[in-house]
């Protein structure tokens, strides 16, 4: 019996071949008004004025405005016991294109996983790869404060990778099969990308 690919755009549908009804991505849609929600008040904190892009290519509040907070700052965590700032990053942003960049990859990848394995699974993946992510960064590089959804999304490329592997062979058309593991490489590698940006 042919099979569905249930990745990227393909129709979902049930064992019967029925069209599956699609919720809509909440987690992803929360996550994404909190980061956005977060940055503005990034902005407001540096009385809506940037860096120069120099420091900051990403277009965004200065490091000492980040700093304060709420960026993974390993002394604070370490001799002050602020632990959430292993949380807090994960909706706070160095930039607009920061932002942008992060939330482009959020709706792309996270909409789709969540439409097929619910908000709980994937909000769950998001916030310990999240947590995960920024404890690494304080243990790697505890000289550095840091922003951003990387690490999350970086889960979120890991379970599509996860799943793309064991199923591609249920991907019917070689070219939506070409497109699926293209645009997750493309995520990695333009994540990296960012991740080596000062």
Same mark, same amino acid.
């Given at each position: 019996?042919?099979?569905?690919?249930?990745?990227?755009?393909?129709?979902?549908?049930?064992?019967?071949?029925?069209?599956e009804a699609q919720h809509?991505?909440?987690?992803?849609?929360?996550?994404f008004c909190a980061c956005v929600v977060m940055f503005v008040y990034e902005c407001y904190e540096a009385n809506w004025s940037f860096t120069a892009p120099s420091e900051n290519p990403l277009i965004g509040p200065p490091a000492e405005v980040?700093?304060?907070?709420?960026?993974?700052?390993?002394?604070?965590?370490?001799?002050?016991?602020e632990w959430w700032r292993l949380i807090v990053?994960?909706?706070?942003?160095?930039?607009?294109?920061?932002?942008?960049? +992060?939330?482009?990859?959020? @709706?792309? !990848?996270g909409k789709d996983l969540e439409l097929d394995f619910g908000g709980l699974r994937v909000?769950? &993946?998001?916030?310990v790869c999240?947590?995960?992510? +920024?404890?690494?960064?304080? @243990?790697? !590089?505890p000289l550095s404060a840091a922003v951003g959804a990387s690490g999350a999304l970086y889960g979120? &490329?890991?379970?599509?990778?996860?799943?793309?592997?064991?199923n591609h062979d249920q991907i019917i058309s070689r070219r939506e099969k070409c497109i699926t593991f293209t645009s997750l490489l493309l995520s990695t590698l333009v994540g990296l990308g960012f991740g080596l940006l000062p």
């Open positions: 019996k042919e099979k569905t690919f249930k990745r990227l755009g393909t129709t979902r549908r049930n064992p019967h071949g029925e069209v809509f991505p909440i987690f992803c849609a929360l996550m980040l700093i304060r907070i709420g960026a993974k700052d390993t002394d604070k965590i370490v001799r002050h016991g990053p994960i909706v706070m942003h160095g930039g607009i294109i920061h932002l942008l960049m +992060n939330m482009s990859a959020l @709706l792309r !990848l909000g769950f &993946i998001y916030m999240g947590v995960v992510g +920024n404890v690494c960064s304080a @243990l790697f !590089l979120l &490329i890991g379970a599509m990778f996860g799943e793309f592997f064991p």
